[in-house]
């Protein structure tokens, strides 16, 4: 439970008042899922003779867990910390063990570099360049559309609360889904192991989490696709990008697949058991393996 309190001594954490950003309302979510029920006083006055060893003092009184101080720290990359990575740094791998994470390092260092971080980046005035002709709109900003709108008779402290909630749900499904790409990249080093590195191609004899891994290690390189069990059922194929930054395929299927499926793409490619090909080239479906290797075949 998270609650605002209107009186400091009633409080266990206290942070700044006004607009609430992804920093506080992340910190506060992330202290209660870890110490259980958080009582936050938001102020922008703190009294100094009503604290005692037990409130957490963030985003604000120059702290420990604040980070608007000259000299505050930064990781390695150059990103500076905000209170949220502040936070992680300190207790992340106390919370992933509530979680019964068994790669913890691994997964510590993983959440950062996928959520914390660019919350840090961008509380701290570091922003992406974006080129793109639609808005994106990343967790920082959708976390201020909580704050009271104009002329409606929303309450900041509730708007808070309804915010904190939001991000415990996105923490605790990162802390899943990074687990699981953890996991999945042991298991995909493993294969390439045993892959000679001239190899074009990698199945998977389940559905991995792979591209990062893939994209990581100079031994795969020239991987070009990717097959694994869908589960639409029968196989999927999937190209491989160049690079994370440069999303375009590594080699695409063949032109005259593309948008094809059924008879139509058996007949123009041959395979009795290719099913599909993406309009874009980059994915194909198949009945079955025996399929998926006719496909390596034809194209490679």
């Known amino acids: 439970m998270i609650k605002v309190v209107t009186k400091q001594e009633e409080a266990n954490c206290i942070t700044h008042s006004g607009t609430f950003h992804a920093d506080d309302v992340f910190s506060t979510a992330f202290l209660e899922m870890l110490f259980g029920d958080r009582f936050v006083f938001r102020t922008n006055n703190i009294d100094s003779k009503q604290l005692n060893n037990h409130v957490f003092i963030y985003d604000i009184g120059r702290g420990k867990f604040d980070h608007h101080q000259t000299d505050a720290e930064k990781r390695e990359n150059g990103i500076p910390y ?8 300190e207790y992340g791998k106390e919370f992933l063990k509530k979680y019964d994470i068994t790669l913890v390092d691994r997964v510590f260092e993983m959440i950062d570099k996928d959520l914390i971080e660019g919350i840090d980046a961008d509380d701290n005035g570091i922003f992406p360049k974006i080129e793109a002709q639609f808005k994106v709109k990343m967790i920082p900003g959708i976390i201020k559309s909580f704050n009271p709108s104009y002329q409606t008779n929303q309450e900041e402290s509730t708007q808070f609360v309804k915010a904190c909630s939001l991000a415990k749900t996105i923490l605790e499904e990162e802390v899943y889904y990074i687990n699981g790409k953890a996991l999945a990249e042991e298991q995909i080093l493993d294969l390439l ?83 599909f090909c993406h309009a874009t080239r980059f994915l194909v479906s198949c009945s079955d393996l025996e399929s998926v290797y006719e496909v390596f075949s034809k194209i490679l």
């Open 82 to 89: 905000c209170s949220f990575g502040l936070l992680w740094k």
């Open 193 to 275: 192991d045993d892959l000679d590195e001239n190899t074009k191609y990698l199945v998977l004899p389940t559905f991995l989490p792979y591209e990062e891994t893939i994209l990581g290690e100079e031994r795969a390189k020239n991987i070009l696709f990717v097959a694994y069990p869908s589960n639409r059922g029968g196989y999927a194929i999937k190209t491989v990008p160049k690079s994370t930054e440069d999303k375009s395929n590594r080699m695409d299927f063949p032109a005259e697949w593309a948008g094809l499926e059924g008879e139509e793409i058996q007949k123009v490619s041959g395979i009795a058991g290719l099913t």
